[in-house]
């Protein structure tokens, strides 16, 4: 008796799950079934798999800062194949990269993760205030490493906005044509915003607005501050009483704006920081906001593997609602 109310408790817990996806996959009622199934990818992979919760492991720092920023602290992290290994035993839904990273040991791990290729890049060689990324890789690349999706960065209110959204949207057509899915890092910067506007509560509501009406199916966004950048936009808030007091309010309010929680919202984990616990109550205020989960980079892969994997794990375990 107790080994079957084990099993039906078991197809209980993942009928569920199946719900929460196929109600995940229905919000993207244009996209063909190549799209939604690597979608499923994404949500039925790793640790948190059937739950519509993410963790991601993103590693295009080498490029965007410099490879001794990004892996002196932690060397194996120079080698390529170090990240496969450190998101698939850490149980990650997938694993996102530039070109080169995921060319150099997609072979050996064909088939064990979801991969995202992160088709546009910009380094700091030349960090201007208008940043504009280069194209680095293609659809085609992406389909050729067998990867789930692309991978791609706007930086609304940079000089150079309107020619990232041209580019992202020609991309995201051909990706969607491909079967593919998109992940957009909205990341607000430019001449036009202060250094506090970057992550204000009103621009993080609206990069993630943006990366939605550009057609993204996951954004990921910076965490924000209950700073307001913007003046029009503070008559709004003040006057409607947006509540944005805690982290997990300013959560909620972001994934409100990416179509009413209707598109996976993702946060970023920033540079590493010094305690493991300010991280975790990140989690905790994203998961009590409604968020979809976090890509964390810096965090996980700049400090030994095996404190990475705990690191990770308890991560997971929040998001799974497995620790409060």
């Known amino acids: 008796m107790a080994v079957a109310a084990a099993a039906s408790t078991t ?106 290729l992160k088709a546009n890049s910009h380094d700091v060689l030349h960090d201007e205030k208008d940043p504009l990324p280069a194209v680095t890789a293609s659809v085609q690349d992406a389909s050729r490493l067998g990867c789930v999706a692309i991978g791609f960065t706007i930086y609304p209110g940079s000089a150079h906005a309107q020619t990232m959204y041209q580019q992202l949207r020609e991309m995201a057509a051909e990706a969607k044509s491909r079967g593919l899915a998109v992940v957009v890092w909205s990341y607000p910067r430019g001449s036009s915003l202060t250094k506090e506007g970057e992550t204000a509560i009103d621009v993080a509501a609206y990069a993630a607005q943006i990366a939605a009406q550009l057609g993204a199916h996951v954004i990921k966004v910076k965490l924000p501050s209950a700073h307001i950048e913007q003046a029009e936009a503070k008559k709004v808030y003040e006057k409607v009483g947006v509540p944005i007091s805690t982290l997990a309010d300013r959560v909620r309010h972001v994934i409100q704006g990416a179509f009413n929680g209707r598109r996976i919202v993702i946060f970023s984990g920033g540079a590493k920081k010094e305690s493991d616990e300010a991280v975790f109550d990140e989690a905790r205020a994203i998961r009590d906001g409604g968020g979809f989960g976090s890509i964390i980079g810096r965090n996980s892969f700049q400090r030994p593997k095996e404190h990475a994997l705990k690191f990770l794990e308890t991560i997971m375990k929040i998001y799974a609602g497995e620790i409060k």
């Open 11 to 116: 197809r209980t817990h993942v009928a569920g799950n199946a719900g929460r996806v196929k109600e995940i996959l229905s919000w993207y009622e244009s996209d063909n079934p190549g799209t939604k199934t690597n979608l499923a990818r994404l949500l039925n992979s790793g640790r948190l798999a059937g739950t519509g919760k993410f963790v991601i492991l993103p590693v295009d720092q080498g490029f965007e800062h410099g490879p001794a920023r990004s892996f002196a602290v932690n060397p194996p992290g120079y080698d390529p194949n170090y990240h496969f290994e450190l998101a698939i035993e850490a149980g990650c839904n997938a694993y996102a990269a530039p070109l080169g990273f995921l060319e150099g040991a997609a072979a050996r791990h064909a088939g064990e993760i979801p991969l995202i």
